[in-house]
C-alpha cells in the first residue's frame, strides 16, 4: 500500500496575538481535525517540515503534537510518522446546531478531559482499574444481601415517596452508628441524600454564598469534581504533610468568606489519617477564624490498622462542623445512600431542597441500609471486610517495593482505599495516563486531585486482587520505563 502524502501546511500562528503560539497551533490542528479537512489517517510533516511551515522552533512543534497525543487525537506509528488516528469533533456536523454553546452555558461545570475519560473507561472491562475509588464488587456480601432483601420482600407493602429528611427507621439507625465515631448525634440532625455527593451538592448551593472560598488539603477529592465552582465558589488548597492538613500553614491564608471541606480519616486521595492532637488543632484554629467545617467522613468505617479517631464532629462544641457520611465506600456504591449530619435547622433547609431535587432518596435503598445497621450484619461485615483491606494493602506495598523502590515513594494508610505514590524523577503525568491504557491500566493522575502538578499517582488497592494489582503494576512499570 503506498504511503500516503504528507499534510500540507499554509497557516503560520499570529505573533501579535495574546493566545501562546503553541496553543495557537494546537487549535489550528484541531479546527482542521474538526472540518474534516485532515482526515483520519492523515500522515502530518515531519517535525523539521512542520516547523518550517509554521515559521517557529521545533520545540514549540514538539509541545504541540505531544499535546495533541495526549488528546488522543494523532498517534506516532513506528516507521509511518505521526498519523490523524482520532476525530473528537466529529458530530459536529454540518447544518446540526452548533451544541457547544449549549453545553458551556449549563449551570455545572464540565470535568476535565482526563476525569472524562476515566469516567468512561472505567466501564470498559478489557481496563484494570488501578486508581479507582470503589471496592471490588466480588467483596459485596451476597449472602447478607439475600437475607436482607427477602426480609424487604415479606415486609415492605408500598414504595411512597419518602420524608424529605429520610426514613425514620434509617434516621435512627445513622445516628446511632455515628455515636460509634464519637459524635453525640440525635435522629433529628440527620438527612438523608442520594450519595455523599448530593450532600455536597445540597450544601453548596444553599448554605454557601457564590464567591466564596472553599479550603481543602491540597490535594484533595474535591478537587477532581466541580461541585462547588458549579455554585460559584473558588477552590484554595492548603499544604498537606505526614499527619494531613497543615493547621498553620491554614491559618496564614484564611481570607474573607469562607468554609473548609477536609477528609480527616483514611484521607482521598493520599491516605493519610489525621492524629488526635492535630485534630484538636484544627478545630481550634477554626473556631477561633469562625471557619465552619464540612467533615466527609465517607472513609471512618474503614480503618484496619490502630484504633479509630473520633470524628472531628465528636470534637466540636459550637456546632460548626457539619458530617457527610456515605454507604457507598465499605458497602454498596450502587444504594446511593449517604448522609448529612448538621444542626437541625441546617437539615431542615437541605430538606427543602432535597424536595426540589428528587423528592427524596430511594425508600428500597434507605430501608435496606437501616436494617443491614439495625440487624448487626453491618458490622459483622465490616470486620471481615477490613481485614481483607489489610490483605490486599500490604500487598500492594509489596509489589510497589518489588517495581518502583530507588524510582518512587509512597505512604503507608492505616485504611481506606488509596497509596499516594509520587515519583522520584519529572513524569509527564498525560502521556502516561494515554499509554497506560494502551497496556490496559487505567490509573487516577495526581494532578486531576491537586492545585498544581505533583508528579503523582493515586493508586487503588481494594478494586482488585493482589495478583491482579501486582500484574497491572507491573505493566506500568514497563511504561514508565519506556518513557524515562
Same mark, same amino acid.
Given at each position: 500500500?503506498?504511503?500516503?502524502?504528507?499534510?500540507?501546511?499554509?497557516?503560520?500562528?499570529?505573533?501579535?496575538?495574546?493566545?501562546?503560539?503553541?496553543?495557537?497551533?494546537?487549535?489550528?490542528?484541531?479546527?482542521?481535525?474538526?472540518?474534516?479537512?485532515?482526515?483520519?489517517?492523515?500522515?502530518?510533516?515531519?517535525?523539521?517540515?512542520?516547523?518550517?511551515?509554521?515559521?517557529?522552533?521545533? &520545540?514549540?512543534?514538539?509541545?504541540?503534537?505531544?499535546?495533541?497525543?495526549?488528546?488522543?487525537?494523532?498517534?506516532?506509528?513506528?516507521?509511518?510518522?505521526?498519523?490523524?488516528?482520532?476525530?473528537?469533533?466529529?458530530?459536529?456536523?454540518?447544518?446540526?446546531?452548533?451544541?457547544?454553546?449549549?453545553?458551556?452555558?449549563?449551570?455545572?461545570?464540565?470535568?476535565?478531559?482526563?476525569?472524562?475519560?476515566?469516567?468512561?473507561?472505567?466501564?470498559?472491562?478489557?481496563?484494570?482499574?488501578?486508581?479507582? @475509588?470503589?471496592?471490588?464488587?466480588?467483596?459485596?456480601?451476597?449472602?447478607?444481601?439475600?437475607?436482607?432483601?427477602?426480609?424487604?420482600?415479606?415486609?415492605?407493602?408500598?414504595?411512597?415517596?419518602?420524608?424529605?429528611?429520610?426514613?425514620?427507621?434509617?434516621?435512627?439507625?445513622?445516628?446511632?452508628?455515628?455515636?460509634?465515631?464519637?459524635?453525640?448525634?440525635?435522629?433529628?440532625?440527620?438527612?438523608?441524600?442520594?450519595?455523599?455527593?448530593?450532600?455536597?451538592?445540597?450544601?453548596?448551593?444553599?448554605?454557601?454564598?457564590?464567591?466564596?472560598?472553599?479550603?481543602?488539603?491540597?490535594?484533595?477529592?474535591?478537587?477532581?469534581?466541580?461541585?462547588?465552582?458549579?455554585?460559584?465558589?473558588?477552590?484554595?488548597?492548603?499544604?498537606?504533610?505526614?499527619? @494531613?492538613?497543615?493547621?498553620?500553614?491554614?491559618?496564614? &491564608?484564611?481570607? @474573607?468568606?469562607?468554609?473548609?471541606?477536609?477528609?480527616?480519616?483514611?484521607?482521598?486521595?493520599?491516605?493519610?489519617?489525621?492524629? #488526635?492532637?492535630?485534630?484538636?488543632?484544627?478545630?481550634?484554629?477554626?473556631?477561633?477564624?469562625?471557619?465552619?467545617?464540612?467533615?466527609?467522613?465517607?472513609?471512618?468505617?474503614?480503618?484496619?490498622?490502630?484504633?479509630?479517631?473520633?470524628?472531628?464532629?465528636?470534637?466540636?462544641?459550637?456546632?460548626?462542623?457539619?458530617?457527610?457520611?456515605?454507604?457507598?465506600?465499605?458497602?454498596?456504591?450502587?444504594?446511593?445512600?449517604?448522609?448529612?449530619?448538621?444542626?437541625?435547622?441546617?437539615?431542615?433547609?437541605?430538606?427543602?431542597?432535597?424536595?426540589?431535587?428528587?423528592?427524596?432518596?430511594?425508600?428500597?435503598?434507605?430501608?435496606? $441500609?437501616?436494617? $443491614?445497621?439495625?440487624?448487626?450484619?453491618?458490622?459483622?461485615?465490616?470486620?471481615?471486610?477490613?481485614?481483607?483491606?489489610?490483605?490486599?494493602?500490604?500487598?500492594?506495598?509489596?509489589?510497589?517495593?518489588?517495581?518502583?523502590?530507588?524510582? #518512587?515513594?509512597?505512604?503507608?494508610?492505616?485504611?481506606?482505599?488509596?497509596?499516594?505514590?509520587?515519583?522520584?524523577?519529572?513524569?509527564?503525568?498525560?502521556?502516561?495516563?494515554?499509554?497506560?491504557?494502551?497496556?490496559?491500566?487505567?490509573?487516577?493522575?495526581?494532578?486531576?486531585?491537586?492545585?498544581?502538578?505533583?508528579?503523582?499517582?493515586?493508586?487503588?488497592?481494594?478494586?482488585?486482587?493482589?495478583?491482579? $494489582?501486582?500484574?497491572?503494576?507491573?505493566?506500568?512499570?514497563?511504561?514508565?520505563?519506556?518513557?524515562?
Amino acid at each position: 500500500m503506498p504511503r500516503p502524502k504528507p499534510i500540507a501546511i499554509d497557516w503560520k500562528p499570529d505573533r501579535t496575538a495574546a493566545t501562546p503560539i503553541t496553543e495557537q497551533i494546537v487549535q489550528y490542528m484541531c479546527a482542521q481535525v474538526s472540518s474534516g479537512a485532515w482526515p483520519i489517517g492523515a500522515r502530518l510533516p515531519s517535525q523539521r517540515a512542520l516547523a518550517e511551515g509554521f515559521g517557529v522552533n521545533r &520545540s514549540t512543534v514538539i509541545a504541540a503534537v505531544n499535546e495533541l497525543a495526549d488528546y488522543g487525537i494523532v498517534e506516532g506509528l513506528h516507521g509511518a510518522g505521526t498519523r490523524i488516528v482520532s476525530n473528537t469533533w466529529s458530530l459536529m456536523l454540518p447544518g446540526a446546531p452548533d451544541w457547544a454553546d449549549y453545553v458551556s452555558s449549563g449551570f455545572f461545570k464540565a470535568n476535565n478531559a482526563t476525569i472524562q475519560a476515566i469516567n468512561r473507561l472505567e466501564f470498559d472491562p478489557s481496563m484494570t482499574r488501578l486508581g479507582t @475509588g470503589e471496592l471490588d464488587p466480588r467483596l459485596f456480601p451476597r449472602d447478607m444481601w439475600r437475607r436482607v432483601a427477602g426480609e424487604a420482600a415479606a415486609e415492605i407493602d408500598a414504595l411512597g415517596y419518602p420524608p424529605p429528611e429520610g426514613l425514620d427507621v434509617l434516621r435512627e439507625a445513622i445516628a446511632a452508628h455515628m455515636r460509634e465515631w464519637g459524635v453525640d448525634c440525635r435522629p433529628e440532625r440527620i438527612l438523608v441524600s442520594s450519595g455523599a455527593l448530593q450532600g455536597l451538592q445540597m450544601i453548596s448551593v444553599s448554605l454557601l454564598s457564590a464567591g466564596s472560598t472553599v479550603y481543602a488539603e491540597a490535594p484533595s477529592y474535591i478537587k477532581s469534581l466541580q461541585v462547588f465552582q458549579s455554585a460559584g465558589m473558588r477552590l484554595a488548597g492548603v499544604p498537606m504533610d505526614g499527619r @494531613g492538613l497543615d493547621v498553620n500553614a491554614m491559618d496564614a &491564608s484564611l481570607t @474573607g468568606e469562607a468554609v473548609l471541606y477536609t477528609i480527616p480519616t483514611n484521607h482521598n486521595p493520599t491516605g493519610i489519617t489525621m492524629p #488526635a492532637e492535630r485534630r484538636h488543632a484544627l478545630i481550634d484554629a477554626c473556631t477561633e477564624h469562625r471557619l465552619p467545617i464540612i467533615e466527609d467522613c465517607a472513609y471512618q468505617d474503614l480503618v484496619f490498622e490502630g484504633p479509630t479517631p473520633r470524628a472531628l464532629a465528636a470534637m466540636d462544641e459550637t456546632g460548626m462542623v457539619i458530617t457527610v457520611g456515605s454507604a457507598s465506600k465499605a458497602l454498596a456504591p450502587g444504594l446511593r445512600i449517604g448522609w448529612v449530619c448538621a444542626d437541625e435547622r441546617i437539615v431542615h433547609r437541605l430538606a427543602d431542597v432535597k424536595m426540589q431535587m428528587d423528592y427524596g432518596a430511594s425508600t428500597l435503598s434507605q430501608w435496606v $441500609f437501616a436494617r $443491614f445497621l439495625d440487624s448487626g450484619l453491618y458490622a459483622e461485615y465490616l470486620e471481615s471486610l477490613r481485614a481483607e483491606l489489610r490483605r490486599r494493602r500490604d500487598a500492594a506495598l509489596e509489589t510497589l517495593e518489588r517495581l518502583f523502590a530507588g524510582r #518512587a515513594h509512597w505512604n503507608v494508610p492505616r485504611g481506606g482505599f488509596y497509596i499516594w505514590l509520587t515519583f522520584d524523577e519529572p513524569v509527564h503525568m498525560g502521556r502516561l495516563f494515554q499509554r497506560a491504557i494502551e497496556h490496559g491500566v487505567l490509573l487516577n493522575p495526581g494532578d486531576i486531585y491537586d492545585f498544581e502538578g505533583d508528579n503523582s499517582l493515586r493508586l487503588s488497592y481494594v478494586y482488585t486482587t493482589p495478583e491482579e $494489582f501486582a500484574g497491572a503494576a507491573g505493566r506500568l512499570a514497563g511504561v514508565v520505563n519506556a518513557l524515562a
